[in-house]
Structure formats: C-alpha cells, structure tokens
C-alpha cells in the first residue's frame, strides 16, 4: 500500500520559512513525478512545485519562483519543500502527490497524473 506522509506545516509570520517533507512508504521512488500542491479555503487546488525524481527537473508555480525550493533524497523516499518568505496568501493545506507512472522531461503542476496524495499538512502564514 502506497502511502504519503507529509510533516512540517505550522504557523509563521510574514517573512518567516517552513520546511515540507514527504515521506513515501510502499512505493520505491525512481523516474517519477512528485510534487507539492496547496488548497486555500474556498478555492481550487493549484500545483506548487513539482519534481522529476531521476533527471531532477523542476517546476514552479509563477507565485512561489524564488521563495520556494523543491528537493529529494531517494534514497531515503522523501521529497522536501523549502518555504522561504513566506506570504499570508500561502497559507493552505499542503498535498504531497506521487505520479505512480514514469516521469518524462519537466514535470506538469497539473494535478491530473497524480494518482497517490497524502492526508496534508497545514500552513499558516500571518502578517
């Protein structure tokens, strides 16, 4: 059985950082897509940043280039999301995603191949 298992969400202020990491069980990460994904209130879930677990290909969300940073040890299973600067509009319940399937060039922020989430991890953010 696959699972995900995010950690590392709380309450900052302004300006302050958190670290995601996501911790795959079940599943031995290769060529796959990763991610990190965040749902606010009253609105659609959006695509963060993503990764290319065997090329090490990235990709952003317009809103977080610059402050965060996506990374990941295979050998330990686990993908990080380094969150610097942070915002009161980053505030949201965090997803890690695992594509289950074999991750080819720039990995999509779509959530769509997706198809293993874990439970979230909220972040809060104040001003």
């Known amino acids: 059985q696959v699972q995900l298992v995010e950690s590392g969400g709380g309450s900052v202020q302004a300006g302050g950082s958190l670290r995601l990491s996501c911790a795959v069980s079940g599943f031995t990460i290769g060529s796959n897509c990763m991610g990190w994904f965040r749902q606010a209130p009253g609105k659609e879930r959006e695509g963060v940043a993503t990764?290319?677990?065997?090329?090490?290909?990235?990709s952003y969300a317009d809103s977080v280039k610059g402050r965060f940073t996506i990374s990941q040890d295979r050998a330990k299973n686990t993908v990080w999301l380094q969150m610097s600067s942070l915002k009161p509009e980053d505030t949201a319940m965090y997803y890690c995603?695992?594509?289950?399937?074999?991750?080819?060039?720039?990995?999509?922020?779509?959530?769509?191949?997706?198809?293993?989430w874990g439970q979230g991890t909220q972040v809060t953010v104040s001003s």
């Open positions: 990764i290319n677990t065997r090329a090490g290909s990235t």
């Open positions: 995603a695992l594509d289950g399937g074999l991750c080819f060039g720039s990995p999509t922020l779509n959530e769509g191949p997706y198809n293993y």
